[in-house]
């Protein structure tokens, strides 16, 4: 069964150094997403890509985080420099498109700590 | 704005109790309605869904029936298994139809 792939599981990582993850979509999803998950709290969305485009980047905090797909297949999500608040789960999703009726297929996660 | 409320958990139950999760929403509109699973150690895993007025979604033993006048979709188990303790969350679609708003969740606990 086809699934969302996402590395690394876990990261510690020091504040102010600079951590990246990876996520690999089901094979011919258009749509990609990145959403943060505190732990206690609900996923929130961080980024949604259409291809190699971004469709929604308002929640993201754009002068430490950055997302791209540059071919439009797997994603990379970095932060740079890290702060002790972006610890957390961060999961990747991604659906044959956008629209409501296409379920989002969840990847594992990976867990960041910042010391 | 759009958001999701459930009950808090943890909800702690005995094998073949009954089960019900609250959810309630605030959206513009008439949303899809999702329920997620994650199981520790795993990502989430989508457990049913309805997209309009008075759908009920189900799977594995588990409904849930989309209300517009209540603007609620709670969730029920007739029986819970040991094998179902997770943390449950609610969502729904936001105004574009795109990214899923979640509620807080809730950790449902079984004992045998």
């Known amino acids: 069964e086809a699934e969302v792939a996402q590395s690394p599981r876990y990261k510690i990582t020091e504040k102010s150094q600079a951590v990246a993850f990876w996520c690999d979509p089901i094979?011919?999803?258009?749509?990609l997403y990145w959403y943060r998950q505190i732990l206690g709290q609900g996923p929130e969305l961080l980024v949604q890509?259409?291809?190699?485009?971004?469709?929604?980047d308002s929640q993201l905090p754009k002068d430490r985080f950055s997302a791209e797909r540059l071919k439009g297949v797997d994603s990379t999500l970095k932060i740079q420099p890290a702060e002790l608040g972006d610890s957390a789960m961060y999961l990747c999703a991604s659906s044959l498109d956008g629209t409501s009726n296409n379920e989002q297929f969840f990847g594992p996660g990976t867990r960041l700590t910042v010391l | 704005g759009n958001s999701v409320t459930q009950m808090e958990g943890p909800v702690t139950l005995s094998e073949e109790a009954f089960l019900t999760i609250n959810c309630t929403y605030t959206?513009?509109?008439?949303?899809?309605l999702f329920w997620y699973v994650q199981y520790p150690g795993e990502g989430l895993q989508l457990l049913l869904k309805a997209t309009k007025a008075d759908d009920k979604g189900s799977n594995k033993g588990f409904e849930a029936t989309y209300r517009k006048e209540t603007t609620s979709f709670h969730l029920e188990k007739g029986s819970v298994q040991v094998s179902d303790s997770a943390v449950y969350f609610c969502a729904h679609r936001n105004q574009a139809g795109t990214a899923l708003i979640f509620g807080k969740g809730t950790t449902l606990s079984v004992s045998s």
């Open positions: 094979s011919g999803h258009a749509t």
């Open positions: 959206a513009t509109g008439y949303p899809s």
């Open positions: 890509f259409q291809d190699e485009s971004v469709v929604d």
